[in-house]
């Protein structure tokens, strides 16, 4: 079993950057595929970025060019960069991992062997 903790949110203004990171620990692989999720009040569950075992990336249409996901495997650190971030940004923020890719084919999901962190609340201002 992997455990994830997120870190890293908070409150900022409109075009304001933000660095999130996730900790991995327990059963961590390199090979798993690890992203980011994030539910705003009264929206379903979104993906938002992943990154594969080899370091390949995928992110939703509506983050890209503004965020950029990450991992350091020695740390058993996954990383999320968000610039000029937007009031819709306003969303829990979650890590996730999983023996499969958490996007495939414009799909985003976490099987029932994945992991999820607890989140960290990111808050955009206008």
């Known amino acids: 079993q992997v455990q994830l903790v997120e870190s890293g949110g908070a409150s900022v203004e409109a075009g304001g950057s933000l660095r999130l990171s996730c900790v991995a620990s327990g059963n961590t692989n390199s090979r798993y595929s690890m992203g980011w999720f994030r539910q705003a009040p009264g929206k379903e569950r979104e993906g938002v970025a992943a990154i594969e075992g080899d370091l390949s990336t995928s992110y939703a249409d509506s983050v890209k060019g503004r965020f950029t996901i990450s991992r350091d495997n020695a740390k058993n650190t996954l990383y999320l960069q968000m610039n000029n971030l937007k009031p819709e940004d306003t969303a829990m923020y979650y890590c996730?991992?999983?023996?499969?890719?958490?996007?495939?084919?414009?799909?985003?999901?976490?099987?029932?062997?994945?992991?999820w962190g607890p989140g960290t609340q990111v808050t955009v201002s206008a």
């Open positions: 996730v991992a999983d023996r499969d890719s958490v996007h495939v084919a414009g799909r985003w999901y976490v099987s029932a062997l994945g992991a």
